[in-house]
């Protein structure tokens, strides 16, 4: 018997399948205009959105933010799957399934009997299962399996990590470092405008294969740079403001000043 809305009032504890009737629910001819008249393509910014969100509260290490935006994720991730309820193509079910599935296959030091030492073996193991179950017999089907929608420095340090497993990458980060170089001189000497985005797209592709060798996510890193970026330039903005009022007029000199005094 299909729930009402009323039914849901009197709970004090939600499960998974609570969730998955109010969604049901909110896509039914009964339910939510606004819901039922949604599509994959219609809410995918906002699944996008809601991963960002998520990250936010894991970046912040705030629990209040985490929960609320968990479940928000969670919802979306429902929501696409009675879409596709719906449709008769598979079912919540079937998510869950496929990736109990999937975590069981790729954990055979864990499920299968097999070993790992450590993070790195492990990792291997994962690897080596993924490759297997997707069926890739080359490092280039990997890399060509990586979704193009990942963000563009996420996606390079996985391409480049996936060649690195094969042996295709330098032995010390120091030479990695010197293809940096290399293709800073490169974007230097480059004439066309074409030109310039071609070098520029291979210097930062050397720079996010110079940080993995290091250690270091070139996403993580370059959001952090933005981030202090903002925190030193409100600083100087409010001095200069506090300074002279109208900032249009600060000359450029005075704002580097500026700039400079955020660094104590």
Known sequence: MKPTSLEFL?????????????????????????DRAQTHASVRKNLLEEAYEVAEG??????????????????????????????????????????CRKMIFRHPHIF?????KGREEALDAWEAA???????????????????????????AKMSGKA???????DTPGEAAEKVTEEWDELAAAKTKEEQ???????????????????????????????????????AEGSLAAEKGDLAQCTKKEWISAWDGTKV
């Open 58 to 99: 894991i970046d912040r290490d705030d629990a209040a933010i985490l929960r609320e935006e968990l479940g928000d994720h969670l919802f979306q991730a429902v929501f696409h799957a009675v879409i596709e309820e719906e449709r008769g193509r598979f079912t919540t079910t079937d998510v869950l399934t496929d990736i």
């Open 130 to 156: 993924k490759r297997a179950e997707k069926h890739q017999t080359s490092a280039s089907e990997a890399m060509r399996a990586l979704p193009a929608t990942l963000p563009a420095l996420m996606y390079a």
């Open 10 to 34: 009197s709970k004090e504890v939600y499960t998974f399948d609570d969730l998955l009737a109010i969604v049901r629910l909110l896509r039914s001819p009964e339910g939510c205009p606004w």
């Open 164 to 170: 690195a497993r094969v042996g295709f990458t330098y």
């Open 197 to 235: 985005a071609e070098e520029y797209g291979d210097l930062l592709f050397a720079l996010v294969n110079y940080g993995r060798m290091l250690g270091i996510d070139a996403e993580e890193a370059l959001s952090f740079a933005a981030k202090k970026f903002l925190a030193r330039f409100e600083k």
């Open 112 to 116: 299968a009997g097999e070993s790992a």
